[in-house]
């Protein structure tokens, strides 16, 4: 789904993740940038890459000194209304008041695997560090230095020859990808809400599910059948390699053992009989004696 959003950039590095933003069809209301600087011998205003590819995607521009205290800039932005704002090389501390704007808060590409290299300067450091892998990071800002809680992150190996110039374009397509990456729905799976029925052990599954399914729905819905009766949780188990047939219990010494479906088998460690405390397998087999081949379940 498009979004509002205000961009906050300048540098040649922020220039794809601008383009890209664009091409997908987000609603880029404002760019914000630094002012023009002199440059050359002549010192002539130069704008900012940003500001050049903002003027080729005619969208309007902002060049304010000072963000922190410019009411005027602010009642600009909160007119506006963004979902988001994205800050890429923007190159100001973004203030307290711009990070409470937008419902999504204020999104910020980073060129290095956070935590590693926070700061301005993380692709040269990173070189000069001896790195071999060095990569991008998504995350949605705070008012620290590059601390803010990491939504997205993609590695990219630094090559023995790189130079801070290799590497930055490279860094910077990726970096722009990582920001418009929509979910892949195909790939989609539900968390629904647990319900009590979930935690009913269907020994038509194999041991492993049955057992990730006891591990996952601690402590509720847990994992429960029914022994001559009764609800019975189990609360521990662990992989068998003997066979026995789904559902039936077998008590080999002091292990109890159930069948799963696909020849597997699981040992029960602990557990617990409705109105009764928890116990160990031994203790259980003890106090009830399960007959050879008697059912889960029932």
């Not at 664009?22 to 760019?31: D, E, P």
């Not at 506006?80 to 203030?95: F, M, N, Q, S, W």
């Not at 290299?117 to 040269?124: F, L």
């Amino acid at each position: 789904m498009p979004l509002s959003l205000i961009f906050c950039g300048t540098p040649t590095f922020a220039v794809p993740s601008l383009e890209k933003l664009a091409a997908a069809g987000h609603r880029i209301h404002l760019v914000v940038t630094q002012p023009d600087r002199p440059k050359g011998r002549g010192l002539e205003l130069v704008p900012s890459p940003v500001k050049q590819s903002a003027q080729k995607l005619n969208l309007p521009i902002i060049q304010p000194d000072r963000i922190k205290t410019n009411d005027e800039f602010r009642s600009q932005l909160t007119s506006i209304k963004p979902d988001a704002i994205i800050v890429v090389g923007y190159g100001r501390i973004i203030p307290q008041w711009m990070l409470d704007l937008p419902p999504l808060g204020n999104i910020n590409l980073h060129a290095s695997l956070l935590p590693k290299y926070r700061g301005a300067a993380p692709i040269q450091w990173a070189i000069a560090n001896g790195e071999t892998v060095t990569g991008n990071t998504t995350m949605r800002i705070d008012s620290g230095l590059d601390t803010g809680n990491i939504l997205l992150q993609q590695e990219l190996p630094i090559s023995s020859d790189d130079t801070a110039e290799t590497l930055s374009p490279r860094l910077a397509d990726m970096g722009a990808d990582l920001l418009v990456e929509p979910q892949d729905d195909s790939e989609a799976t539900l968390a629904p809400i647990l319900k009590k029925e979930d935690g009913l052990i269907d020994f038509s599954r194999p041991a492993q599910q049955i057992l990730n399914r006891l591990r996952g729905f601690q402590p509720w819905p847990g994992a429960y059948t029914r022994f001559r009766g009764k609800n019975l949780q189990i609360l521990n188990a662990q992989p068998a390699n003997e066979l026995v047939l789904p559902s039936e219990l077998k008590a080999i010494g002091d292990r109890l053992l159930v069948g799963c479906a696909k020849n597997t088998a699981l040992e029960i460690l602990e557990l617990q009989l409705e109105a009764k405390k928890r116990s160990s397998a031994q203790a259980f087999i003890n106090g009830y004696h399960p007959k050879p081949g008697e059912p889960l379940g029932i």
